[in-house]
């Protein structure tokens, strides 16, 4: 454990997949039914020889008559004992490599499928499918063998009760089972009421897992009281609901001792009229007691194993769905993605985009601005070919589609790290490095760039510190330097930064830009962004509009420039000294003479100078 | 530095204090539960009469009344146990519902600096985990090992009762039963509580990985990621074989220890009635009985186990009632509205300190801008200036009233602060807006939404201002999430407002049409707002430029501009022109 290969399950059916898990583990479920039969059927045997050394009449003392059937007892006993270990070992080993199976495919698939998953189904679904459907998996291949194991010892003691007398024989055959079918009736209602406290119970977790992660908020404004009087409120519906489930459950609880307790005195009462008759002998009698008790254990069993079962099915259901999503492609079960060797003498490739008309130069720093940030950042993604519904034929690296690559060579080459990217729990030394080989002075120096040096700081450790999950120890705008850090480490042929320095404050981000410009002189970069400070760094801006690129040149040559398009980009780019609302207006005006071409720009001019005027 | 946990001392009083607290209900959940096993054990007793009346010879109307009498006993039994099931059901309900309320209370007064040093996760953790682990004990745990040791004191009693003699065979299995649960018992609790953590870790992986797929994907972290959930597997893995070993130990252990009591009952038996000192019956009953306790003993055993983990997870519950109260609420009432503070220093860490004896006094009504690199000590300062903990030199005083000695109900009237976390809280928009302001009407909410330009989007909500919002409800955008809080401030109408980097983590789009939101909101107001974009600053009535835990530049944007200092130099090449 765990496998080195999980394999690959079929898809087509709960019950096909868990017959693969089966498969997989033939031998292992062959010995837990064989050993769970054995333990089951020890226990039953007990009661049979308690009476048969009642039998002997005790009163002989402890002569060779009763040691028979004692030494049997106690071997059996003992055997037992140990039969039920080895099934106890035997079950759990079943029930962690069929689960863990399970969870090692889900978790295995997820890496592979991008963001495609969580598009499918809801990522607490996924997560939930993972944490609790694969051990539902594994809970089929711990009843199941007992569920067999139960059904031989039931049938065991129902050959040795008919032989002693087929009217109780066939009491206890049939007696039982209509004891649990009445039995079950009783716990649909309860499992209602049950739902109905674990649904109100959930939703008070959630509050008290809410109101701890906002205790920083309510701190700043007030409003503890009022969630923790929230919290009190649904702790109360939540005892409430528990009060009703207690009442159905005690019920249960109580028709558990008087259905199986009114059958033990039925089994009784005509036994002893048999034992008087002396059709059977006192000791059968106590046996038939014994039985009578011991046959609950099969029935829970088997109640027991309806219910996992069909928890089970509806499991693999889930798991099947995860499983069913995609991989994307770059990184396949044949064609598992290695980062891990580098070429380290690289070539800066150029890289261009038919839809938008954008021409990356090859070893610059390239920046993509545009008015609306989503709108720009969909281009940055469609160069690295991140996420899904991207026209491959149409963007070149050196001339070359992205669909001849194949993703896996894409990923390897061209690097698109997004504004607010994931970070993984870890040492931070581990995390920064994804592509493995990189030394503690690349890591301090790709720090340097990201100005993230009081990262450092705030873990105790320094690069042995730990990232805690979702970094959610650091500050926003230290995640996003921690990130960039990452991403330069990749030290990819091709860097696509979307909005890298959004959560940084401005000398930051000057410093950022300054040091980002110099650590990837000679190699192709392109960066999303409108902020000047970062803007004044790049060697070339792309303007976008409507998906198209509408302007190019140096930052200083768009913003001293007296056309159109510079005086757009000027709008995007000087937030400081525009009004919000008539950069806007000014910006719509702009479009709509670009699309109409009506105006002549006189015309545009006015518009564009009544803007200035309001500055 | 980590959230205090309860030591056994204080974990047993606590326990005990809560005890006593329901000590009525207790006894009379103890009292149904002894009879009702008292009723079970009628079964082998009537069992073992009819053995021996049926070896002398006996009418069927003995046998009949003594099936009657187990008739009887069983629905007495029945009655009995649906009434202790009940209470004990109650009880554990109530006792529990009373512990998680009172650790809620008690973490929502938890000092800010403590909750900030320890880290959410602790808290979530013992919020949901902790919970969740003690319930099961205390809800399920505490009445199963109340019917258990009952059920197994009273077959004791009842075999001694029907012949002493005879029972002293079930002592037989008694030194091997103790020696096997008490190795395991201790080494039980760190052997489960390291399978389980190894079920969090790999969880959270997992977790981590869908919630990163995206990132995985562009990284092409991949064979990481399954490098690091096989990693984990492999730790579940060793975890639970390490309890599987354990308990490899105690079941053979504990099997054998109730065949033995079955043996030794039936030979000393035998030899008993062959010297005319017991009945065969008394022998039968005892021996059933010697059956009949394996199954509640092993439940005791099981929830003995249990009640050590959940103990862990009690211990981490009542321990966080061990912090001390970071504030006293002293006796004067400010009247005005100047927030000064003098020499204000602040340390993380002792000796470390973060600022470094700022002076500064806010004139009322005032913008001013908080500017400086990231560690300056900018949101340090801001969280001083709203009174969120105490600073550890120095003051900050309103109207010459120091904000820790307010309490916190009156502080949030004064003082308020509002940073770049969002949280939408879990319930309606309008239970998210009440939390500044529990008692305004819905027109009041309106108006608050209004004011901050979201009453549009909220009341084309499904179900308006009654709509779920946060996990589980409506997702709102952060944008959005960040206007409801500025409409809290609008219900919670402080003098003064601390908005540090309020809009920093929004995109640059949402981040402009915010700032105009809040404009309205700050109108009539004393502002520091902590901020990176420099537009902000530019509209300020003065700046501060604070760098490493100092205020090096303080004045109006033209004065500081002219000044040719660092803020000039920013300001330049923001400017571009």
Same mark, same amino acid.
């Given at each position: 454990?765990?496998?080195?290969?999980?394999?690959?399950?079929?898809?087509?059916?709960?019950?096909?997949?868990?017959?693969?898990?089966?498969?997989?583990?033939?031998?292992?479920?062959?010995?837990?039914?064989?050993?769970?039969?054995?333990?089951?059927?020890?226990?039953?045997?007990?009661?049979?020889?308690?009476?048969?050394?009642?039998?002997?009449?005790?009163?002989?003392?402890?002569?060779?008559?009763?040691?028979?059937?004692?030494?049997?007892?106690?071997?059996?006993?003992?055997?037992?004992?140990?039969?039920?270990?080895?099934?106890?070992?035997?079950?759990?080993?079943?029930?962690?490599?069929?689960?863990?199976?399970?969870?090692?495919?889900?978790?295995?698939?997820?890496?592979?499928?991008?963001?495609?998953?969580?598009?499918?189904?809801?990522?607490?679904?996924?997560?939930?499918?993972?944490?609790?459907?694969?051990?539902?998996?594994?809970?089929?291949?711990?009843?199941?063998?007992?569920?067999?194991?139960?059904?031989?010892?039931?049938?065991?003691?129902?050959?040795?009760?008919?032989?002693?007398?087929?009217?109780?024989?066939?009491?206890?055959?049939?007696?039982?089972?209509?004891?649990?079918?009445?039995?079950?009736?009783?716990?649909?209602?309860?499992?209602?009421?049950?739902?109905?406290?674990?649904?109100?119970?959930?939703?008070?977790?959630?509050?008290?897992?809410?109101?701890?992660?906002?205790?920083?908020?309510?701190?700043?404004?007030?409003?503890?009281?009022?969630?923790?009087?929230?919290?009190?409120?649904?702790?109360?519906?939540?005892?409430?609901?528990?009060?009703?489930?207690?009442?159905?459950?005690?019920?249960?609880?109580?028709?558990?001792?008087?259905?199986?307790?009114?059958?033990?005195?039925?089994?009784?009462?005509?036994?002893?009229?048999?034992?008087?008759?002396?059709?059977?002998?006192?000791?059968?009698?106590?046996?038939?007691?014994?039985?009578?008790?011991?046959?609950?254990?099969?029935?829970?069993? *088997? !109640?027991?194993?309806?219910?996992?079962?069909?928890?089970?099915?509806?499991?693999?259901?889930?798991?099947?769905?995860?499983?069913?999503?995609?991989?994307?492609?770059?990184? !396949?079960?044949?064609?598992?993605?290695?980062?891990?060797?580098?070429?380290?003498?690289?070539?800066?490739?150029?890289?261009?985009?038919?839809?938008?008309?954008?021409?990356?130069?090859?070893?610059?720093?390239?920046?993509?601005?545009?008015?609306?940030?989503?709108?720009? *950042?969909?281009?940055?993604?469609?160069?690295?070919?991140?996420?899904?519904?991207?026209?491959?034929?149409?963007?070149?690296?050196?001339?070359?589609?992205?669909?001849?690559?194949?993703?896996?060579?894409?990923?390897?080459?061209?690097?698109?790290?997004?504004?607010?990217?994931?970070?993984?729990?870890?040492?931070?030394?581990?995390?920064?490095?994804?592509?493995?080989?990189?030394?503690?002075?690349?890591?301090?120096?790709?720090?340097?760039?990201?100005?993230?040096?009081?990262?450092?700081?705030?873990?105790?450790?320094?690069?042995?510190?730990?990232?805690?999950?979702?970094?959610?120890?650091?500050?926003?705008?230290?995640?996003?330097?921690?990130?960039?850090?990452?991403?330069?480490?990749?030290?990819?042929?091709?860097?696509?930064?979307?909005?890298?320095?959004?959560?940084?404050?401005?000398?930051?981000?000057?410093?950022?830009?300054?040091?980002?410009?110099?650590?990837?002189?000679?190699?192709?970069?392109?960066?999303?962004? *409108?902020?000047?400070?970062?803007?004044?760094?790049?060697?070339?801006?792309?303007?976008?509009?409507?998906?198209?690129?509408?302007?190019?040149?140096?930052?200083?040559?768009?913003?001293?420039?007296?056309?159109?398009?510079?005086?757009?980009?000027?709008?995007?780019?000087?937030?400081?000294?525009?009004?919000?609302?008539? *950069?806007?207006?000014?910006?719509?005006?702009?479009?709509?003479?670009?699309?109409?071409? !009506?105006?002549?720009?006189?015309?545009?001019?006015?518009?564009?100078?009544?803007?200035?005027?309001?500055? | 530095?980590?959230?205090?946990?309860?030591?056994?001392?204080?974990?047993?009083?606590?326990?005990?204090?809560?005890?006593?607290?329901?000590?009525?209900?207790?006894?009379?959940?103890?009292?149904? $539960?002894?009879?009702?096993?008292?009723?079970?054990?009628?079964?082998?007793?009537?069992?073992?009469?009819?053995?021996?009346?049926?070896?002398?010879?006996?009418?069927?109307?003995?046998?009949?009344?003594?099936?009657?009498?187990?008739?009887?006993?069983?629905?007495?039994?029945?009655?009995?146990?649906?009434?202790?099931?009940?209470?004990?059901?109650?009880?554990?309900?109530?006792?529990?519902?009373?512990?998680?309320?009172?650790?809620?209370?008690?973490?929502?007064?938890?000092?800010?600096?403590?909750?900030?040093?320890?880290?959410?996760?602790?808290?979530?953790?013992?919020?949901?985990?902790?919970?969740?682990?003690?319930?099961?004990?205390?809800?399920?745990?505490?009445?199963?090992?109340?019917?258990?040791?009952?059920?197994?004191?009273?077959?004791?009693?009842?075999?001694?009762?029907?012949?002493?003699?005879?029972?002293?065979?079930?002592?037989?299995?008694?030194?091997?039963?103790?020696?096997?649960?008490?190795?395991?018992?201790?080494?039980?609790?760190?052997?489960?509580?390291?399978?389980?953590?190894?079920?969090?870790?790999?969880?959270?992986?997992?977790?981590?990985?869908?919630?990163?797929?995206?990132?995985?994907?562009?990284?092409?972290?991949?064979?990481?990621?399954?490098?690091?959930?096989?990693?984990?597997?492999?730790?579940?893995?060793?975890?639970?074989?390490?309890?599987?070993?354990?308990?490899?130990?105690?079941?053979?252990?504990?099997?054998?220890?109730?065949?033995?009591?079955?043996?030794?009952?039936?030979?000393?038996?035998?030899?008993?009635?062959?010297?005319?000192?017991?009945?065969?019956?008394?022998?039968?009953?005892?021996?059933?009985?010697?059956?009949?306790?394996?199954?509640?003993?092993?439940?005791?055993?099981?929830?003995?186990?249990?009640?050590?983990?959940?103990?862990?997870?009690?211990?981490?519950? =009542?321990?966080?009632?061990?912090?001390?109260?970071?504030?006293?609420?002293?006796?004067?009432?400010?009247?005005?509205?100047?927030?000064?503070?003098?020499?204000?220093?602040?340390?993380?860490?002792?000796?470390?300190?973060?600022?470094?004896?700022?002076?500064?006094?806010?004139?009322?009504?005032?913008?001013?801008?908080? =500017?400086?690199?990231?560690?300056?000590?900018?949101?340090?300062?801001?969280?001083?200036?709203?009174?969120?903990?105490?600073?550890?030199?120095?003051?900050?005083? =309103?109207?010459?009233?120091?904000?820790?000695?307010?309490?916190?109900?009156?502080?949030?009237?004064?003082?308020?602060?509002?940073?770049?976390?969002?949280?939408?809280?879990?319930?309606?928009?309008?239970?998210?807006?009440?939390?500044?302001?529990?008692?305004?009407?819905?027109?009041?909410?309106?108006?608050?939404?209004?004011?901050?330009?979201?009453?549009?989007?909220?009341?084309?909500?499904?179900?308006?201002?009654?709509?779920?919002?946060?996990?589980?409800?409506?997702?709102?955008?952060?944008?959005?999430?960040?206007?409801?809080?500025?409409?809290?401030?609008?219900?919670?109408?402080?003098?003064?407002?601390?908005?540090?980097?309020?809009?920093?983590?929004?995109?640059?789009?949402?981040?402009?049409?915010?700032?105009?939101?809040?404009?309205?909101?700050?109108?009539?107001?004393?502002?520091?707002?902590?901020? $990176?974009?420099?537009?902000?600053?530019?509209?300020?009535?003065?700046?501060?430029?604070?760098?490493?835990?100092?205020?090096?530049?303080?004045?109006?944007?033209?004065?500081?501009?002219?000044?040719?200092?660092?803020?000039?130099?920013?300001?330049?090449?923001?400017?571009?022109?």
């Amino acid at each position: 454990m765990p496998y080195t290969d999980p394999g690959r399950p079929p898809l087509a059916s709960a019950s096909a997949y868990l017959w693969w898990v089966a498969r997989g583990q033939a031998g292992l479920v062959a010995r837990c039914v064989a050993w769970s039969t054995a333990a089951f059927v020890s226990a039953a045997v007990l009661p049979y020889l308690l009476g048969r050394a009642i039998d002997t009449g005790l009163d002989h003392g402890a002569d060779a008559a009763l040691w028979r059937p004692v030494l049997l007892l106690l071997g059996v006993g003992v055997f037992g004992a140990v039969a039920n270990v080895i099934e106890h070992r035997r079950l759990v080993e079943g029930w962690i490599r069929s689960a863990f199976r399970s969870s090692q495919l889900l978790g295995h698939h997820v890496t592979r499928t991008g963001d495609a998953v969580t598009a499918e189904l809801p990522t607490g679904e996924v997560v939930a499918t993972v944490a609790s459907d694969s051990l539902r998996v594994g809970e089929v291949f711990w009843i199941v063998p007992r569920l067999v194991g139960a059904i031989a010892a039931y049938a065991v003691v129902a050959v040795l009760m008919l032989q002693a007398s087929v009217a109780l024989g066939v009491a206890v055959l049939v007696g039982l089972p209509a004891v649990a079918a009445i039995l079950a009736l009783v716990v649909k209602p309860l499992s209602s009421r049950e739902a109905a406290q674990r649904a109100a119970a959930g939703r008070l977790t959630t509050f008290g897992a809410d109101t701890v992660s906002g205790l920083r908020i309510l701190r700043g404004i007030g409003g503890e009281e009022v969630f923790a009087e929230r919290y009190r409120e649904q702790s109360q519906k939540v005892r409430r609901a528990g009060v009703r489930v207690a009442q159905t459950e005690s019920v249960l609880d109580a028709l558990k001792a008087l259905l199986p307790g009114l059958f033990l005195a039925g089994v009784v009462w005509y036994g002893a009229h048999l034992a008087l008759a002396g059709t059977i002998t006192p000791g059968e009698l106590v046996t038939f007691f014994g039985y009578a008790a011991f046959l609950t254990q099969p029935l829970d069993v *088997a !109640t027991e194993a309806l219910r996992i079962l069909t928890r089970a099915v509806v499991g693999v259901r889930r798991i099947l769905r995860v499983l069913s999503v995609p991989p994307t492609g770059a990184d !396949t079960r044949e064609h598992p993605l290695d980062l891990a060797s580098r070429d380290t003498a690289q070539p800066a490739p150029s890289l261009s985009d038919e839809e938008s008309g954008l021409e990356v130069p090859a070893g610059r720093l390239t920046a993509l601005v545009s008015h609306d940030p989503d709108e720009s *950042a969909a281009v940055a993604l469609r160069l690295g070919l991140l996420g899904a519904g991207h026209d491959a034929t149409r963007v070149r690296l050196d001339g070359v589609p992205l669909a001849h690559l194949g993703l896996a060579e894409v990923r390897r080459r061209v690097v698109v790290a997004e504004s607010t990217p994931h970070l993984f729990t870890g040492s931070l030394r581990d995390e920064l490095d994804v592509r493995g080989g990189t030394d503690d002075a690349a890591r301090l120096a790709a720090l340097h760039v990201a100005d993230a040096h009081d990262v450092l700081d705030s873990v105790p450790d320094g690069l042995d510190g730990h990232v805690t999950e979702k970094g959610r120890s650091l500050s926003g705008g230290q995640r996003q330097r921690l990130a960039l850090a990452r991403a330069l480490l990749t030290e990819a042929e091709v860097l696509v930064l979307v909005e890298p320095t959004s959560a940084v404050d401005a000398h930051t981000e000057a410093r950022i830009a300054e040091r980002l410009a110099a650590a990837r002189t000679g190699r192709t970069t392109v960066v999303v962004t *409108a902020s000047p400070l970062v803007l004044d760094h790049v060697d070339h801006v792309a303007l976008l509009d409507g998906g198209r690129v509408v302007a190019e040149g140096g930052h200083r040559e768009l913003m001293d420039r007296g056309d159109l398009a510079s005086r757009r980009y000027r709008s995007v780019v000087s937030r400081a000294a525009a009004d919000d609302a008539e *950069a806007e207006r000014a910006l719509d005006t702009a479009r709509t003479l670009d699309t109409a071409r !009506t105006l002549d720009e006189d015309h545009t001019r006015e518009e564009d100078d009544r803007a200035t005027a309001h500055r | 530095m980590r959230l205090p946990i309860a030591d056994p001392t204080m974990l047993r009083e606590h326990t005990a204090a809560l005890l006593r607290r329901h000590g009525r209900a207790l006894a009379l959940v103890l009292v149904l $539960h002894v009879l009702a096993a008292l009723a079970g054990l009628a079964g082998p007793w009537l069992l073992g009469r009819i053995v021996d009346a049926v070896g002398s010879g006996t009418t069927t109307g003995f046998v009949d009344r003594a099936a009657l009498w187990l008739v009887g006993a069983v629905i007495a039994q029945t009655i009995l146990i649906r009434y202790a099931q009940r209470s004990s059901r109650i009880l554990g309900e109530t006792v529990f519902a009373e512990l998680r309320e009172e650790f809620v209370t008690t973490v929502t007064r938890l000092p800010l600096s403590v909750v900030e040093r320890a880290g959410t996760g602790d808290l979530v953790g013992r919020t949901t985990n902790d919970i969740d682990r003690a319930q099961h004990s205390v809800r399920f745990g505490v009445p199963r090992i109340l019917v258990t040791s009952a059920t197994v004191a009273l077959t004791l009693v009842a075999a001694l009762v029907i012949d002493w003699r005879v029972s002293l065979g079930l002592l037989v299995g008694v030194p091997t039963l103790v020696a096997t649960t008490r190795w395991y018992l201790r080494r039980a609790t760190p052997a489960y509580l390291r399978e389980s953590a190894a079920y969090a870790t790999l969880n959270g992986t997992i977790s981590e990985s869908v919630e990163g797929a995206r990132t995985i994907d562009a990284l092409g972290l991949g064979r990481r990621r399954r490098d690091r959930i096989d990693d984990d597997q492999r730790e579940a893995f060793a975890a639970e074989s390490a309890t599987l070993n354990l308990r490899t130990v105690l079941f053979p252990g504990v099997d054998v220890s109730f065949v033995l009591p079955i043996v030794a009952v039936l030979l000393w038996g035998a030899y008993l009635v062959q010297a005319g000192l017991t009945t065969v019956g008394a022998v039968t009953t005892i021996a059933v009985y010697a059956l009949q306790i394996r199954h509640p003993i092993g439940e005791l055993i099981y929830w003995l186990d249990e009640i050590q983990v959940g103990a862990t997870s009690l211990a981490r519950i =009542v321990g966080v009632r061990s912090v001390e109260p970071d504030r006293t609420v002293g006796p004067d009432r400010p009247a005005g509205e100047q927030v000064d503070a003098r020499d204000l220093r602040y340390a993380y860490r002792e000796g470390h300190d973060v600022l470094h004896g700022i002076d500064l006094s806010l004139r009322v009504g005032e913008r001013l801008a908080v =500017v400086g690199p990231s560690g300056a000590g900018k949101s340090t300062l801001g969280r001083m200036l709203a009174g969120i903990h105490p600073p550890t030199g120095g003051t900050v005083t =309103v109207d010459g009233v120091r904000l820790v000695d307010l309490p916190l109900e009156d502080l949030r009237g004064h003082v308020a602060l509002v940073t770049q976390e969002h949280h939408v809280f879990v319930g309606t928009l309008a239970e998210n807006l009440r939390l500044a302001d529990p008692d305004a009407d819905e027109a009041q909410l309106r108006h608050a939404l209004a004011s901050v330009d979201a009453l549009d989007w909220a009341e084309s909500l499904p179900d308006g201002l009654a709509t779920e919002v946060g996990s589980g409800g409506v997702t709102l955008t952060p944008g959005q999430a960040q206007q409801i809080a500025l409409a809290r401030l609008v219900l919670l109408d402080p003098h003064t407002l601390v908005l540090d980097e309020a809009t920093s983590l929004l995109d640059p789009r949402a981040a402009r049409h915010l700032e105009q939101s809040l404009s309205r909101v700050l109108d009539g107001r004393t502002v520091v707002a902590i901020a $990176h974009r420099l537009y902000t600053a530019h509209d300020a009535d003065r700046v501060a430029v604070v760098d490493d835990g100092r205020i090096s530049e303080i004045g109006p944007h033209d004065d500081l501009v002219a000044a040719g200092g660092e803020y000039a130099a920013l300001w330049r090449s923001w400017q571009q022109d």
